[in-house]
C-alpha cells in the first residue's frame, strides 16, 4: 500500500503552514539554547523555520504527546454528600508530528500492546487515533544509540504514518497507513508523485549504531528468566541514585500512578501522572512493606520489565534503542555496557551447557 | 459588584490570635476578607501553606506572630523571621508579587494593630486584583518559544 | 467515559469491625449498573473517594447476595482515612470488578478448608458465603481463624453464626496474649492452629489468606500435610493503582497480579520471584 | 594518578577501609567507581571529567552503600562542602569515612566531554574557586593545580532575570518549569537530599503536589530551593542530572545570593559553622515585617 511521494525543501514551510492552517497542531523538534547548550525538543510549532529535520534526538520522547504526563481523568464536584463527575473527552486535537525520530514512532507502537492488550485505554488510543507521526530518517547517531539492536534501525518506518527520506532537493515520503493517506489527500499538491528509483539510504549511521550493541533479545531474555538472583545486580545497582529520569526519558516507559487533586474547594479533578519504578515509593504498601526493598530490585525490574516481561507477553522488548536512559543518567548507568554484560553472561552460560 | 480578595492569615496562638480576639471583642471594624487559621507559633508556619493558599484560591496571605522577644517558644519567630525573608525573596525572584504575602508582628494587646494589617493587607491585594496568575490551574502549558514581549500571551495561556 | 472513571456508589451500611477496620455496605446509584453488575468469588475492585483517590480491596461480599458489595478495610493510609471519615448516604467511587477468582465451580463437590489471619478473612468471606448460600452443592467446609487479639477479629457475628452451624467447623485462635478471661478458642498463632486441626487433604481445596507472614508459613505446612500445591489457594496484595493491568505497579516477575491474580495457587507462587 | 591508586591500595591492605568510592572509566566517559578490594585500585583515575559530587552516596538513606561497611571517598574542594553539611546536620560521623582529597584544577561540565578543559566547557561553578585542595581530607593527592581558566560571568543570567519585572519572571519560570515531569532527579543527586521521605512525596497530606503542572512544579520547585538555602553546596548536580534541562541552579544561586546578603553566609567546608536557616540573630534584618 506504500505510497512514494516527494517534498521539495521549499515547500516544507507551506506545508507545515497548510497543517496549522487547517487547524492540526503541529509538533516537531525545534532548538532550544539553555546552559550554553543546544537542546532539541518536541514543541509545538507555530513558525516552520523553527523545525529541525534530521538534528540530533530530541532530549525528550515523543510519548508525552499521546501520553501527557499528567492529565486529567475526570473532575469532581461535592455539594455535601452529593457528587457530580464531569467526564473528560475521549476525543483529542488533531496533532501532526513532523520529524519524529523513528525510534520514537516506533515506541508508540510497542507501547500500543500493553495499552489495548485487554482493557483498551480510551486515553491512550484517542491521542494515537488523533495524532499522525511523520518520522524522518536519522541522520545522526552517538554512542549511546543501539535501535539496531532491538530490531529496529535508523530508517525503521514502524510507528510512522509517513516516512521522511532527506534527500539533497527534499524529502522522499512513503505513505504508510490509511491515516497517512488520508492525510496525503488532503495536501495532495504540495507532495507530487516521487520520480526516479527510491532514493539511496545511508547505511553509515546504522553501521555506527551497530557498533554499539549487538545484542540477541532471545538470549537476553532466557539469561534474565534464570538470573533473578544474580549478584551483577547488586553490582551494577550500587551507583543508581533511585531517581525516575531515565523511565522519564523514556519513550516506552508508560508506568503511572493516579492521584486525586482538590481544586478550590468545591471540587477537584483525578489524574493520571507519569511514575517511574525506581523510587522507593512506587510499590510501598500502605502497611509499610515494601516487595522492592532496595535498589538492587528496583533497577532489576527496570531491566526484567523491558527485557524479559515484557517480551513474554507482548512479544518483543520495551525498549527503541533510543539510549536516553543513558544520556540523561547522572551516575553513569550504562544500558549498552549492562545489555552486553548479559549478552556475555547468556553467551558463557550457554557454551557451558 | 468589585472585586472582594479572598485573604487567608496564618497566625500564632499566643500572640495574635489573642489580638485578633481583642480586635473583635472591642468591636473594631475590619475588612471582613480575612479567614484566619490559628497555629502554634510563627515557627509553625511552613511556606507550604502560603503556597496551599494560592493553590486552592487565596488572593493574599497575611502570617503574623508574638513580637521578637515574645515568643511563647522563646526563638519560633526568629527562626521564622529567616525563613520568611528567604523565602519572600526567592517568591519574587519566580514572579510571585510579594505584595500578596503580609507578614507582620502583632501582640496579644494590638487589636488595632490587627485591624490596621488586615484592611492593609485587604486594600493592598484589592488594588492588585485577583491572583489569577499564580499557576493554580492545574494544567500543563505547551509553550512556544518565548521571545521578548509575549509574555501576556504566556501568562494567558495558562489561566 | 473513560477506563479509569469509577461508578458512583452509596454507603449503606456502615459496620464497625474492630477499632481500626470497617465493613461498608455499598450499592450503586446508577440502578441499571445495580442491574447489570456481577462478579466472581476473589475479584476485587478500587474503591475511591473522591479528594483522598483509590484504594484496592477484594469484594468481601459473596456474589450469590445481589443488590448491593461490601468492601472491608483496616485504616492505615490516606484513602482508607478518609473512607473512615465517611458516613452512611455519602458517595464513593467504583471500578470493577477486576482480576481473576476463585475456582467454585472445581470447588463444588469437594472438601474446602478456609485459612485466614486478620483482616485476610475479607477475601475469604466472600468465598465462604459463596459456598454456604450453596450449602447443598459443597462437603465439608472448615474454617481455620486467628487475629492478634479477640479484639482484632473481624467479622464476630458471622462467626458466631458460623461457630453455631452444624455443618461447618471453625476453629479460632489468637495471638498468645490476645486472649480475654472468656476466651474459648485456641491461643495460638494460625499455623500452629492448622497445624492442630491438621484438614484432611483428600479431596479437598485450601484457601488461605492473611498478612505475609501467615501466607509463608502455612503455604509450607499445608503442603506436608499432603495438600498438592495447585489446589493450595491464596491472594496477593501488591500496590495497584490502574487495576487492568497498565499502570505496571503489581507486576511480580511476568505476573500482572491484577489481571493474572489476585488469586494463584501454591503451585504458581513458586514460580514467582519473591516480591510481593 | 598512580599516587591515588597507591594509597587506594594500602588503605584496603591496612584493612583501614571495605570499600572505596572513586571515579574509573567507562565506555562513554567518566562515573563513579565503587572498589572493594586492593587489587581493583587500578581501575580508579581522576581527571577533569570527574564531575560527580560523590558525597551523595554518602547520606545515611543509601542502605546499600551503608551496607559496604567502612568506606574511603574521593573528594574534590567543592564535595568537600557536602560532606562537611552532611557532618554539620547528623547524617555522618567524620570519623566514619576516610577522605581523600585530590587536587583539582577544575571540571568540565559532563563526564562525557571529550577534550582538555578549556574556558568553554568549564563548569559554571569553577570560574572563581579558588580552593585547590580540600581542607577537610584525610589525605591529599595529586599534582598542583592551576585555577582554572575562564572569565564568564557565571551570574549574567541570575542579574538578567533579577532585572525583569514580576510579569516575565512569572513567564519564564512557568515556560521553564513546564518540562518538568518530577522524575525528582535533582532530588535524588542532591547530597544535601538527604531525608528519610521527602515532603514532595507526602500523603498525608500532599502538601506538594505530585502532578507535574504547573501548580505542582512550582510548589516543588520553590519548596526545594527554599529547604536547601544556605545548605546547597553549589555542586550543580540538580542541573546536570536534570533530564529536561532545567536550569534549577539558578533557583539554588538566588537562593544562596539572598542568605549571603541577609545573613552574610557562604557555603563552608567548616562543618562546625551553623548553617543560616536553623540559626539566627536577635537583629536580623525585618523591614519585610510590619
Known amino acids: 500500500m506504500s505510497k512514494r511521494r516527494f517534498l521539495s525543501k521549499p515547500d516544507l514551510g507551506p506545508f507545515v503552514l497548510d497543517l496549522i492552517g487547517s487547524g492540526a497542531r503541529v509538533i516537531a523538534p525545534v532548538r532550544r539554547l539553555e546552559r550554553g547548550r543546544d537542546f532539541i525538543e518536541y514543541r509545538q510549532v507555530r513558525d516552520p523555520n523553527d523545525i529541525v529535520l534530521g538534528g540530533p534526538l530530541p532530549v525528550r520522547p515523543l510519548k508525552e504527546i499521546v501520553f501527557p504526563p499528567t492529565e486529567t481523568l475526570f473532575r469532581w464536584r461535592q455539594a455535601k454528600s452529593l457528587i457530580e463527575i464531569e467526564e473528560s473527552p475521549t476525543s483529542f486535537e488533531e496533532t501532526v508530528i513532523v520529524g519524529a525520530t523513528p525510534c520514537d514512532a516506533a515506541a508508540l507502537e510497542i507501547v500500543d500492546h500493553v495499552m489495548g492488550w485487554d482493557y483498551k485505554d480510551e486515553l491512550w488510543f484517542g491521542r494515537r487515533q488523533a495524532t499522525a507521526v511523520l518520522a524522518v530518517a536519522c541522520t545522526q547517531c552517538d554512542e549511546s544509540c543501539f535501535c539496531t539492536a532491538v530490531g529496529l534501525s535508523p530508517q525503521s518506518t514502524r510507528g510512522a504514518d509517513w516516512f521522511l527520506t532527506p534527500s539533497k532537493e527534499g524529502f522522499e515520503i512513503e505513505v504508510l497507513t490509511p491515516k497517512g493517506e488520508l492525510l496525503l489527500e488532503r495536501h495532495d499538491t504540495r507532495c507530487p508523485e516521487a520520480s526516479g528509483s527510491p532514493a539511496a539510504r545511508a547505511s553509515q549511521v546504522a553501521d555506527k549504531v551497530q557498533a554499539n550493541l549487538k545484542m540477541q533479545p532471545g538470549k537476553i531474555r532466557s539469561w534474565l528468566e534464570r538470573h533473578f538472583e544474580d549478584p551483577l545486580w547488586k553490582d551494577i545497582a550500587l551507583r543508581c541514585h533511585g531517581c525516575g529520569a531515565c523511565a522519564f526519558s523514556c519513550p516506552a516507559c508508560h508506568c503511572f500512578d493516579i492521584m486525586d487533586e482538590p481544586e478550590g474547594m468545591e471540587g477537584g479533578s483525578r489524574r493520571r501522572n507519569w511514575d517511574a519504578c525506581q523510587p522507593a515509593l512506587f510499590t510501598l504498601h500502605g502497611s509499610g512493606h515494601n516487595p522492592r526493598k532496595d535498589q538492587t530490585a528496583r533497577f532489576r525490574q527496570r531491566i526484567m520489565h523491558k527485557f524479559n516481561i515484557y517480551p513474554a507477553r507482548f512479544g518483543e522488548v520495551l525498549c527503541s534503542g533510543c539510549g536516553r536512559c543513558i544520556r540523561v543518567c547522572a551516575a553513569g548507568m550504562d544500558l549498552i555496557g549492562i545489555l552486553s554484560e548479559i549478552g556475555h553472561r547468556a553467551e558463557e552460560a550457554e557454551s557451558a551447557l | 459588584m468589585g472585586f472582594e480578595p479572598k485573604i487567608v492569615a496564618f497566625v500564632c496562638n499566643w500572640c495574635t490570635y489573642t489580638g485578633a480576639d481583642l480586635a473583635g471583642t472591642s468591636r473594631i471594624a475590619m475588612a471582613p476578607n480575612v479567614r484566619i487559621i490559628r497555629l502554634p507559633c510563627t515557627g509553625r508556619i511552613d511556606t507550604l501553606f502560603i503556597l496551599k493558599a494560592f493553590e486552592r484560591g487565596a488572593d493574599g496571605v497575611i502570617v503574623s506572630g508574638c513580637h521578637p522577644a515574645d515568643c511563647h517558644y522563646t526563638s519560633g519567630n526568629y527562626h521564622a523571621r529567616r525563613r520568611f525573608a528567604v523565602f519572600r525573596e526567592l517568591m519574587e525572584f519566580v514572579g510571585i508579587d510579594p505584595l500578596r504575602v503580609t507578614f507582620s508582628w502583632v501582640s496579644a494587646s494590638e487589636g488595632g494593630k490587627w485591624a490596621e494589617v488586615v484592611n492593609r493587607a485587604t486594600e493592598q491585594v484589592r488594588r492588585l486584583g485577583p491572583f489569577e496568575t499564580y499557576p493554580r490551574a492545574g494544567r500543563r502549558v505547551s509553550y512556544e518559544r518565548r521571545q521578548d514581549g509575549e509574555n501576556a500571551k504566556v501568562r494567558k495561556e495558562y489561566l | ?276 | 594518578m598512580q599516587e591515588l591508586r597507591d594509597l587506594a591500595r594500602k588503605l584496603f591492605q591496612e584493612r583501614k577501609i571495605d570499600a572505596l568510592l572513586g571515579y574509573e572509566c567507562d565506555r562513554r566517559g567518566v562515573r563513579p567507581a565503587f572498589v572493594k578490594a586492593a587489587d581493583e585500585c587500578d581501575r580508579l583515575i581522576f581527571d577533569q571529567r570527574c564531575v560527580h559530587n560523590l558525597a551523595a552516596y554518602l547520606s545515611p538513606r543509601r542502605s546499600h552503600v551503608v551496607a559496604l561497611g567502612r568506606l574511603a571517598v574521593v573528594i574534590k574542594s567543592c564535595d568537600a562542602r557536602a560532606v562537611a553539611g552532611l557532618i554539620r546536620e547528623n547524617q555522618l560521623k567524620r570519623e566514619d569515612v576516610v577522605l581523600i582529597g585530590v587536587r583539582c584544577g577544575g571540571v568540565v561540565l559532563n563526564p562525557d566531554e571529550p577534550g582538555e578543559l578549556e574556558s568553554r566547557n568549564t563548569a559554571p561553578r569553577c570560574v572563581g574557586c579558588e580552593q585547590r585542595e580540600p581542607a577537610l581530607a584525610d589525605h591529599i593527592v595529586g599534582e598542583p593545580k592551576t585555577a582554572p581558566a575562564g572569565n564568564q560571568d557565571r551570574d549574567a543570567r541570575l542579574s538578567e532575570i533579577e532585572s525583569m519585572n514580576l510579569d516575565e519572571r512569572l513567564g519564564l519560570w512557568v515556560d521553564l518549569l513546564s518540562r518538568c515531569t518530577r522524575c525528582h532527579a535533582c532530588r535524588q543527586v542532591c547530597p544535601m537530599c538527604f531525608c528519610e521521605r521527602c515532603v514532595a512525596d507526602k500523603t498525608l497530606p500532599a502538601w506538594i503536589e505530585s502532578s507535574p503542572h504547573s501548580r505542582g512544579n512550582f510548589a516543588w520547585h520553590l519548596t526545594r530551593a527554599l529547604h536547601l538555602a544556605g545548605r546547597c553546596v553549589d555542586c550543580g548536580e540538580c542541573e546536570r542530572a536534570c533530564p529536561a534541562e532545567i536550569p534549577l541552579g539558578l533557583l539554588n544561586r538566588k537562593a544562596a545570593r539572598i542568605v549571603s546578603a541577609r545573613y552574610g553566609y557562604t557555603v563552608t567546608d567548616d562543618p562546625s559553622k551553623p548553617a543560616p536557616i536553623g540559626t539566627y540573630r536577635l537583629d536580623d534584618g525585618q523591614e519585610f515585617m510590619e
Open chain 3, 1 to 276: 467515559m473513560n477506563l479509569y472513571q469509577p461508578h458512583l456508589v452509596c454507603i449503606d451500611q456502615i459496620i464497625e469491625e474492630t477499632a481500626d477496620t470497617r465493613t461498608l455496605r455499598l450499592s450503586f446509584q446508577n440502578p441499571s449498573i445495580a442491574a447489570e453488575f456481577d462478579f466472581k468469588a476473589g475479584q476485587f475492585g478500587e474503591y475511591s473517594v473522591f479528594g483522598a483517590g483509590e484504594c484496592t480491596f477484594c469484594i468481601a461480599s459473596p456474589p450469590t447476595r445481589k443488590g448491593y458489595l461490601e468492601a472491608s478495610f483496616k485504616v492505615v493510609g490516606k484513602v482508607t482515612r478518609a473512607m473512615r471519615r465517611l458516613n452512611v448516604g455519602d458517595t464513593m467511587g467504583f471500578r470493577g470488578p477486576y482480576g481473576n477468582c476463585f475456582p467454585v465451580e472445581e470447588m463444588k463437590g469437594k472438601n474446602v478448608v478456609f485459612i485466614a489471619g486478620g483482616i485476610g478473612l475479607a477475601p475469604v468471606r466472600c468465598l465462604i458465603w459463596n459456598a454456604l448460600d450453596l450449602r447443598d452443592q459443597f462437603n465439608d467446609v472448615t474454617i481455620i481463624y486467628g487475629a492478634r487479639s479477640v479484639a482484632d477479629l473481624v467479622y464476630k457475628r458471622e462467626l458466631d453464626d458460623w461457630g453455631r452451624r452444624s455443618d461447618v467447623r471453625l476453629h479460632q485462635c489468637v495471638d498468645p496474649g490476645g486472649e480475654t478471661p472468656d476466651w474459648k478458642g485456641d491461643v495460638c498463632f494460625v499455623p500452629t492452629l492448622v497445624e492442630k486441626v491438621a484438614p484432611s487433604p483428600k479431596d479437598s481445596f485450601a484457601v488461605v489468606c492473611g498478612p505475609p507472614i501467615v501466607i509463608t508459613l502455612t503455604l509450607p505446612l499445608l503442603e506436608r500435610i499432603g495438600f498438592a500445591p495447585e489446589r493450595i489457594y491464596t491472594t496477593l496484595e501488591n500496590r495497584m493503582k490502574c487495576g487492568i493491568g497498565k499502570c505496571g505497579r503489581c507486576n511480580v516477575g511476568p505476573v500482572y497480579v491484577c489481571k493474572d491474580g489476585p488469586v494463584f495457587t501454591s503451585a504458581q507462587l513458586k514460580s514467582l520471584p519473591p516480591e510481593y
